[in-house]
């Protein structure tokens, strides 16, 4: 069977018809794969977004249960002076009525300087924030268990955290057995009263 011209015109507009439903439907399918490889990659997105704010959501849960935990504890250092400014007024008074409260005949005081406390382990990360006070005392016992009155009824006093660094007493001339109600024994002792900055120099 031959073709003639007329049979070749009769086809041009069903050919051009089919290569237009051809490049449409090919222009379609490359639509559609495009669309679904954005709609995968948006649910992806989703997916990783939900896992993200599931994992705060839960972070946060346990940090405010480890805020909730301390809290008690950390009020309480706040209240006794360990957490924030010095309270050394406070510490001179407290020592005051552990003085009167022992039985003792009077203390006598030197406070130093604030400076770093040297017995924080280096790899504390709040190590850089404490601080200590010497607080050197000097005051005449009846004997050594005064010793031990005394530092009791400082720390009932609750004025603050403080560690006694060390002490001495000396019989300060004295001959002959020891006296009722008269200072027997001169002692001399040494305090660090601790303080924490919570915010810290580099806050």
């Known amino acids: 069977m031959q073709l003639t011209s007329k049979d070749i015109s009769a086809m041009k507009m069903p050919v051009l018809a089919l290569a ?3 490049a449409a439907s090919f222009a379609m399918v490359a639509f559609s794969s495009n669309q679904r490889s954005q709609s995968e990659n948006q649910y992806r997105d989703q997916v990783t977004a939900l896992q993200e704010a599931r994992t705060r959501y839960q972070r946060s849960g346990e940090e405010r249960e480890t805020v909730m935990h301390y809290v008690q504890a950390y009020r309480q250092l706040e209240k006794i002076g360990f957490v924030g400014a010095e309270q ?3 510490w001179v008074e407290s020592l005051r009525a552990a ?3 022992a039985g003792l005949f009077g203390v006598d005081y030197q406070l130093s300087a604030q400076e770093p406390f040297p017995y924080v382990a280096k790899d504390n990360p709040v190590g850089d924030r404490v601080k200590h ?3 050197r005392l000097a005051f005449g016992v009846l004997h050594e268990g005064d010793l ?3 530092f009791r009824a400082l720390s009932a006093q609750q004025p603050g955290l403080f560690a006694l660094n060390s002490c001495s007493l000396d019989r300060a001339g004295r001959l002959g057995p020891p006296l009722p109600r008269q200072a027997n024994l001169s002692a001399e002792c040494e305090l660090s009263w ?3 900055d919570p915010k810290g120099e580099k806050s």
Do not use: K
Request: net charge positive; hydrophobic share 50%.
């Open 20 to 22: 237009i439903a051809l």
């Open 88 to 90: 050394r007024l406070n």
């Open 133 to 135: 006070s010497r607080m």
């Open 99 to 101: 003085n009167a409260q």
């Open 194 to 196: 601790l303080t924490i």
């Open 148 to 150: 031990t009155r005394l």
